[in-house]
Structure formats: structure tokens, C-alpha cells
């Protein structure tokens, strides 16, 4: 069912940034990407989604390619607490239902 | 603490037991999903409730599973015959009316099944 692809691992150092790509290759106009993040023994927490537009928020960026079959996660300047499994989402609305499918995610690991 | 609340955390059953999840969402959250999360694995859709309304059920909802969300508030989540093939985390998450395709979901710590 995922529409993503996300590499299964990422290592950074801390507080260095970290780009988190996410392949959305078949994305419909009306898609937002959505990222969650989860922590060990946590449930996953929102990130950050936008439609087409580049986004900031307080915890990380979005980058969105221009044909939108792509996007990217920016994490400024990563530190310990940043090392969680990322998911990058695609919202569609089939059928008129609001699933979100989740893949595997990318396993960060941050380096002190 | 106004978020997503769930219970119990942790779990231990036979196999063959009946068991039991509870969630309590966002007080002002009308929509609520359950999700299965196995070890390596992202969270897997089960069910979505809009108020009392139980909208859409995965096809991994075998017949022992049932969900239910009587006042549109809290929902419980119910395994019949428990199977060794259950045991995993069982995630709720609520989310508000109103906020569409970008609406954000929150999501409960979780209740981990271990069936023995």
C-alpha cells in the first residue's frame, strides 16, 4: 500500500544537518506529504507536511522537488534526540476515507 | 496531560484469552484510527472511526478483532482468542474535524500484547 520509498538507514553527526529523502514517484495533485518521526518505545509524533511550497517549522524543513515526485526532510543541526524512525506519507483521499500508510521509514542514527 | 491516553501499556496473555485496549483521544478530536506496529516494521492501519461512526476496517481486522467507539469519545479495541501472531503494539491516534488531507495525527504511547 505505501507509495513512499525512504532509505532504511541514515547516520549523521550531531549538530550537523541531516537530508531525509522520500521518493513519491506517483503522487496525485491533490497528495499532501506528511512526516512523522518515532522515538524508541514512543508513538510516532507529527514533523512537518506541505503540498507543493517549501515549509519551515520549529523542528524541521520541507523541501519539495518541483515536480513533487520527490521531497526532502531537513533537520538543521541534529542532535541525540533527533535518532528516531522517520516516515514520510503520502494523504490522498480514496474513496473519501483519510488513511495514513505508513512504510518502513528511514532509522536515523545521530553520532555524538 | 491532554493528550492521547491508552491502556493498558503492557499486556501478557495466553493463548486463546480474550483481550482489551482502551483509547482516550483529544477531548475535541472526532476522528480516531487504530494501528498494529510489529518490531522493524511501520505503524499498520486497522480501523478509523468519525464520532461513533466506524468508516473503514483493514482486511488485517480478521473477525476476532472488533473495535468499537460507543459515544464517540473513547474506543476499545477487543482481540478474541488471542494468537501468537497478535502480539505487537497497538497504537491510537485522534485527530481534529475539520482539518482535511492536512490534518495531523496524535498518537497514544501505545499498548504492547505479548501472547504466550
Known amino acids: 500500500d505505501a507509495k513512499t520509498t525512504q532509505p532504511n538507514s541514515m547516520e549523521s553527526n550531531e549538530e550537523e544537518p541531516v537530508h531525509l529523502p522520500c521518493n513519491h514517484s506517483t503522487i496525485s495533485g491533490t497528495d499532501y506529504i506528511h512526516w512523522y518521526r518515532q522515538l524508541p518505545s514512543q508513538g510516532p509524533e507529527y514533523v512537518i507536511h506541505g503540498l507543493t511550497s517549501n515549509v519551515n517549522n520549529r523542528m524541521a524543513s520541507l523541501a519539495i522537488a518541483e515536480d513533487r515526485k520527490s521531497s526532502t526532510l531537513i533537520l538543521h543541526r541534529a542532535t541525540l534526540r533527533d535518532a528516531a524512525v522517520y516516515y514520510c506519507i503520502l494523504r490522498d483521499r480514496p474513496s473519501g476515507t483519510y488513511k495514513y500508510i505508513f512504510g518502513t521509514g528511514t532509522r536515523l542514527k545521530v553520532l555524538a | 496531560d491532554t493528550g492521547v491516553s491508552q491502556d493498558p501499556r503492557h499486556k501478557i496473555t495466553k493463548r486463546g484469552q480474550n483481550v482489551t485496549f482502551r483509547c482516550d483521544p483529544i477531548?475535541?478530536?472526532?476522528?480516531l484510527y487504530w494501528y498494529r506496529q510489529t518490531l522493524g516494521q511501520g505503524p499498520e492501519f486497522l480501523t478509523y472511526?468519525?464520532?461513533?461512526?466506524?468508516?473503514?476496517k483493514s482486511r488485517l481486522l480478521s473477525d476476532r478483532f472488533s473495535a468499537e467507539r460507543p459515544k464517540g469519545s473513547f474506543s476499545t479495541l477487543e482481540i478474541q482468542r488471542t494468537e501468537q501472531g497478535d502480539s505487537a503494539m497497538y497504537l491510537c491516534?485522534?485527530?481534529?474535524?475539520?482539518?482535511?488531507?492536512?490534518?495531523?495525527?496524535?498518537f497514544g504511547e501505545g499498548s504492547r500484547l505479548t501472547v504466550l
Open positions: 491516534a485522534s485527530r481534529a474535524a475539520g482539518t482535511g488531507l492536512a490534518g495531523e495525527l496524535f
Open positions: 477531548s475535541e478530536h472526532n476522528r
Open positions: 472511526f468519525q464520532n461513533e461512526a466506524q468508516l473503514e
